[in-house]
């Protein structure tokens, strides 16, 4: 999958140098200068929120066909990676003490970083890699 870079004022908030919102890498206009490891990190995450959105619906389509919620849940799946994430990264500030390290020891970010130096690692990637950093 080809991600496509879009250089902005807004997205990601300052400090940040980039974000990814599949299937999208959001960066600074300043930071012009992304290498191959920032933009295969953020690849890493767009590929981490597809298998959460794929994941989410087929959850929720059971929880309507078998438990008879409203579709209207439907609407959540494109939203439930970053959900996910903030949930993560609150339990781990608590636990933590430091929000530098609670964001660190998000499981979807240590396979971000973990990874990201190996610009091949995308093409072996198993599905739910992230899980296993928990």
């Excluded at 300043?30 to 959105?53: F, G, K, P, W």
């Excluded at 989410?56 to 008879?68: D, E, P």
């Excluded at 959540?76 to 608590?94: D, G, Q, T």
């Excluded at 970010?109 to 992230?130: C, H, I, P, V």
Aim: charged fraction near 20%; aromatic fraction near 18%.
């Amino acid at each position: 999958m080809k991600i496509k870079v879009i250089y902005n004022t807004l997205i990601p908030i300052k400090g940040y140098l980039a974000m990814a919102m599949w299937p999208f890498v959001f960066a600074r206009k300043d930071a012009r200068n992304l290498t191959n490891e920032d933009i295969n990190h953020e690849s890493i995450h767009c590929y981490q929120q597809i298998e959460v959105m794929v994941a989410s619906a087929i959850i929720i389509g059971l929880l309507v066909i078998f438990a008879g919620i409203s579709p209207w849940w439907f609407v959540l799946v494109p939203f439930m990676f970053y959900l996910l994430y903030v949930l993560e990264y609150f339990i781990r500030s608590i636990i933590e003490g430091n929000n530098k390290k609670a964001y660190r020891k998000i499981a979807t970010e240590q396979e971000a970083y973990g990874n990201e130096e190996n610009l091949e690692y995308l093409k072996n990637r198993k599905w739910f890699a992230w899980l296993s950093y928990y």
